[in-house]
């Protein structure tokens, strides 16, 4: 499928919108079946939707809140490709506050 600019610039909005809403079907809407997710800061990946699934399951599951701020996106229409420059604030059910400055690549 061949992603236009406003699609591709309109995807990382949505999925952090519903990754701060804590709403795993629309998180899990953004990645196709076979998709695979790397957190670096943990040296992880994980594979496939139901993979993908159950951590953000964990994830919301274990969170007061989740707030992202998209400060930079840059779109490679002929790649299909997506960037973002992003802050993240959220707090765990433990009480770990982060705040932090992060870039994922789409």
Known sequence: MAWDYDALHKA???YFDAVDAMDVEAIVAHF????TLTIQTANV????KDEIRRMFT?????SVFIEHDIRNLVVEVDKGKVATEQGYRGELLD???NDMHNCNFF
């Open 32 to 35: 196709a079946d076979d998709a």
């Open 12 to 14: 990382p909005h949505t």
């Open 95 to 97: 009480g770990t506050k």
């Open 45 to 48: 990946t994980h594979t496939g």
């Open 58 to 62: 964990d994830f919301t599951e274990n």
